[in-house]
């Protein structure tokens, strides 16, 4: 499992910037970075992004495990 990369790709794909993410979960830049750069999630967080980006939280998992 790859989060910081579901999250990079999720990213991309809805043009969705690092601003963008903090307004809506009330987070850090340092936060939204650590999102992107982690390789591992908690669960709720996991949630959060896959909602966030309107997918289920599985699909948002595979993103990032694909080569």
Do not use: H
């Amino acid at each position: 499992m790859n989060i910081g990369k579901s999250t990079k790709i999720a990213m991309a794909a809805s043009d969705t910037t690092n601003k963008m993410l903090m307004r809506e979960f009330g987070a850090t830049n340092a936060t939204v970075c650590a999102w992107r750069r982690k390789r591992t999630q908690n669960g709720s967080t996991i949630q959060k992004l896959a909602d966030y980006f309107g997918m289920p939280a599985s699909e948002f998992v595979a993103m990032g495990e694909k080569d």
